[in-house]
């Protein structure tokens, strides 16, 4: 059982910068995809960064490509969004998943296996 939690998200003007983290329990080969999710009030969860976790290629939505940055932290059992020039677009809840499956699609919500509770990401104009 992988447990996530969240943190760093808050309120920010336009143009700023956030970086979410996310504690995983268990960080290991077994599990194979990680990934950043969002979903805005009435709209969709999103899928907006994952990272292959075995050579560290990155997936990103073409909305946030050139602004944020996933990364992985192996001997903490992190993972991180750095998140640039945000938007007020970008606003929504942010949530941490992870998968133990090998997959085609690392952005698609419904392969994801473990989630984490969340953390609000605020950006006013």
């Known amino acids: 059982q992988v447990q996530l939690v969240e943190s760093g998200g808050g309120s920010v003007q336009a143009g700023g910068s956030l970086r979410l983290s996310c504690a995983a329990s268990?960080?290991?080969?077994?599990?194979?995809?990680m990934a950043w999710f969002r979903q805005a009030p009435g709209k969709e969860r999103e899928g907006v960064a994952a990272?292959?976790?075995?050579?560290?290629?990155?997936y990103y939505a073409d909305s946030v490509k050139g602004r944020f940055t996933i990364s992985q932290d192996n001997a903490k059992n992190m993972l991180n969004l750095q998140m640039n020039d945000l938007k007020p677009e970008d606003t929504a809840m942010y949530y941490c998943?992870?998968?133990?499956?090998?997959?085609?699609?690392?952005?698609?919500?419904?392969?994801?296996?473990?989630w984490g509770q969340g953390t609000q990401v605020t950006v006013s104009s």
């Open positions: 998943a992870a998968t133990r499956g090998w997959t085609n699609l690392p952005l698609r919500a419904s392969i994801y296996t473990y």
């Open positions: 990272i292959y976790i075995g050579d560290g290629r990155t």
């Open positions: 268990e960080y290991t080969v077994s599990t194979a995809f």
